[in-house]
């Protein structure tokens, strides 16, 4: 693999892991319109590897608070229960996350081999950001965040291992469509990413039979590491604004590209 095609898929990566645009569905087209071989595992394992150095070193303060609420539940000293319950319901909304990758991961990935069909779900990815432009901005804070929240998001994250839906797009505006407040939306969306992509990493770790171009890999992973802290940087602003709904219009044209050409 060549340093240009490193940069290329590492800024791929890093843009579309975090961005409402679905990073599955950006490898079908690419793969679909320049005939281009899937990268090699160990390649995309450094590649996500570098996206969640991104995440937590961007939600350092938040994965700290989940810690130490943790910490002051098992050694019974001093009280953190934002960090506690925070953490109970990523675990909760990890859980149907988790069941249906397991059950559905086969089916799933059976849409990588159907462009179009990957273009539809881009506009429904679109159409589903599109809404959250009615969404209220004083929505519920964490203390009044409920099970049900956290299981639907959930949710919403386990249908995003479908190619052409976004995984930040479905959990965003999930969360949204719930009366969360944009704040917490997007906090919950990136730190229940981070169980998902470590998932992720693990499995594609263990079909790795073997380590080649090390450096090559490494200098992926350097990109979309930094490409994924602006990404994540930019992408709270856009949700604190209430203007998530915008990258609606990228969805539709770039679902639209791939109906009519691959």
């Given at each position: 693999?060549k340093i240009?095609?490193?940069?290329?898929?590492?800024?791929?990566?890093?843009?579309?892991?975090f961005?409402?645009?679905?990073?599955?569905?950006?490898?079908?087209?690419?793969?679909?319109?320049?005939?281009?071989?899937?990268?090699?595992l160990?390649?995309d394992?450094m590649?996500?590897f570098g996206?969640l150095?991104?995440?937590?070193l961007y939600?350092?303060k938040d994965?700290?608070?989940l810690?130490?609420?943790?910490?002051?539940?098992?050694?019974?000293r001093?009280?953190n229960?934002?960090?506690?319950?925070?953490?109970?319901?990523?675990?909760?909304?990890?859980?149907?996350t988790?069941?249906?990758g397991?059950l559905?991961?086969?089916?799933?990935e059976?849409f990588f081999?159907q462009?179009?069909?990957?273009?539809?779900m881009?506009l429904?990815?679109?159409?589903?950001l599109?809404?959250?432009r009615?969404?209220k901005?004083?929505?519920r804070?964490?203390?009044?965040?409920?099970?049900?929240?956290?299981?639907l998001?959930g949710?919403?994250?386990?249908?995003?291992i479908i190619?052409?839906i976004?995984?930040?797009?479905?959990?965003?505006?999930?969360?949204?469509?719930?009366?969360?407040?944009r704040?917490?939306?997007?906090?919950?969306?990136?730190?229940?990413?981070?169980?998902?992509i470590?998932?992720?990493?693990?499995?594609?770790l263990q079909?790795v039979?073997?380590v080649?171009?090390i450096?090559?890999?490494?200098f992926?992973?350097?990109i979309a590491?930094?490409?994924?802290?602006?990404?994540l940087?930019?992408?709270?602003?856009?949700?604190?604004?209430?203007t998530?709904?915008?990258f609606?219009?990228?969805c539709?044209?770039?679902g639209?590209?791939?109906?009519?050409?691959?």
């Amino acid at each position: 693999m060549k340093i240009s095609q490193a940069i290329f898929l590492g800024i791929i990566q890093g843009l579309t892991e975090f961005l409402p645009i679905s990073s599955s569905g950006h490898l079908v087209f690419f793969q679909s319109l320049f005939g281009m071989k899937a990268p090699q595992l160990f390649f995309d394992v450094m590649l996500h590897f570098g996206t969640l150095l991104a995440v937590l070193l961007y939600f350092r303060k938040d994965i700290s608070g989940l810690l130490r609420g943790i910490g002051s539940t098992v050694t019974q000293r001093g009280r953190n229960e934002g960090g506690m319950i925070l953490f109970i319901w990523i675990l909760v909304a990890s859980l149907p996350t988790g069941l249906m990758g397991i059950l559905f991961k086969d089916w799933f990935e059976s849409f990588f081999a159907q462009p179009k069909t990957v273009g539809a779900m881009l506009l429904v990815t679109g159409m589903t950001l599109w809404l959250t432009r009615w969404t209220k901005q004083e929505g519920r804070d964490l203390t009044k965040m409920r099970w049900m929240d956290a299981l639907l998001i959930g949710v919403a994250q386990g249908l995003a291992i479908i190619p052409g839906i976004s995984r930040s797009g479905a959990t965003i505006s999930a969360a949204l469509f719930l009366g969360l407040n944009r704040q917490l939306a997007g906090r919950f969306s990136f730190l229940l990413s981070i169980p998902a992509i470590l998932a992720a990493t693990v499995l594609e770790l263990q079909k790795v039979d073997s380590v080649s171009e090390i450096h090559i890999a490494s200098f992926g992973a350097t990109i979309a590491f930094l490409i994924g802290l602006l990404s994540l940087a930019f992408l709270m602003k856009v949700i604190q604004k209430g203007t998530l709904h915008h990258f609606s219009y990228y969805c539709w044209g770039f679902g639209m590209l791939m109906i009519l050409i691959v």
